[in-house]
């Protein structure tokens, strides 16, 4: 049972994944219902990491990210373990309403949940994006590039998306620049990301466009 008093700091975090969209259109839900749960979405592997499904152990990554005021700052702020295991249902839920949703990401050569990178396509998004985080202690050394290039390449050769984009904070600098380096562009573009947030819609690379960059065949 919810209690009272988790309700307000909760709908924050909720509002950053789920935000309220006032500059586009709402538009209907698509998917292919509860069916995507039965068929999770296949791995990923790169140079360094593997994207794959969740698992129940990994909640304890998603738990320290959203422990950590940094990095939370930029998806809803804080939250405590109870809050955090909501957020981590809203992300397998993604799996069951959209057949898609965030990937686990982890480091191949530890074996350790990092952080999660993905499709994302929740009610209230102006668009279908690739969204990122990861543990502070493993920014800075290329992993999340790694892993957006990766997720922008499986979303537009298995998904068939035709365009995404990355909703990012105005004052992330750190994550604007790894959007830069996946070849996304900014063009002025914006939405309420949160009360009190304004989001940049940085737009990636065209599938021909992406391929042409990373080299990557038909």
Same mark, same amino acid.
């Given at each position: 049972?919810?209690?009272?008093e $988790?309700f ?5 975090a909720?509002?950053?994944?789920f ?11 698509e998917g292919?219902g509860v069916?995507?749960f039965?068929?999770?979405?296949p791995?990923i ?22 422990? $950590?005021?940094?990095?939370?700052a930029?998806?809803g702020?804080?939250? $405590?373990?109870r809050?955090s295991? @909501?957020?981590?249902a809203a992300?397998? %839920?993604?799996?069951?309403? @959209? ?5 686990a990401v982890e ?6 949940t990092?952080g999660?990178c ?10 279908? &994006?690739?969204?990122?985080?990861l543990?502070?202690?493993?920014? %800075? ?7 957006? !290039? ?5 979303s537009?050769?298995?998904l ?9 904070a &105005?004052d ?5 620049k790894?959007?830069k380096q996946? %070849? ?9 990301l949160?009360?009190?947030h !304004?989001?940049?819609i ?6 021909a466009?992406?391929r042409e ?6």
């Open positions: 049972m919810a209690h009272r $988790d307000p700091a909760c709908r924050a909720a509002l950053a994944v935000p309220v969209c006032r500059a586009f259109p709402a538009r209907k839900s292919p069916s995507g039965l068929t999770p979405s791995d592997e790169t140079e360094r990491l593997r994207l794959r499904g969740w698992r129940e152990s990994d909640f304890e990554t998603i738990a320290a990210i959203y422990a $950590d005021p940094d990095t939370a930029y998806i702020g804080v939250q $405590d373990r809050q295991w @909501r957020i981590f992300m397998l %839920g993604h799996q069951s309403l @959209r057949g898609y949703t965030f990937y480091r191949k050569d530890t074996g350790e990092i999660w993905g499709p994302w396509y929740p009610e209230g998004r102006p668009e279908p &994006e690739i969204g990122y985080s543990l502070k202690a493993h920014q %800075g050394h290329g992993f999340a590039l790694e892993a957006v !290039t990766a997720a922008v390449r499986d537009y050769d298995r068939g998306w035709e365009t995404a984009i990355s909703a990012i &105005e992330n600098a750190a994550s604007q790894i959007a996946a %070849g996304a562009t900014w063009n002025g573009e914006t939405f309420s949160m009360p009190g !304004t989001g940049q940085w737009r990636h690379l065209s599938p466009q992406f960059r990373f080299n990557v065949a038909a």
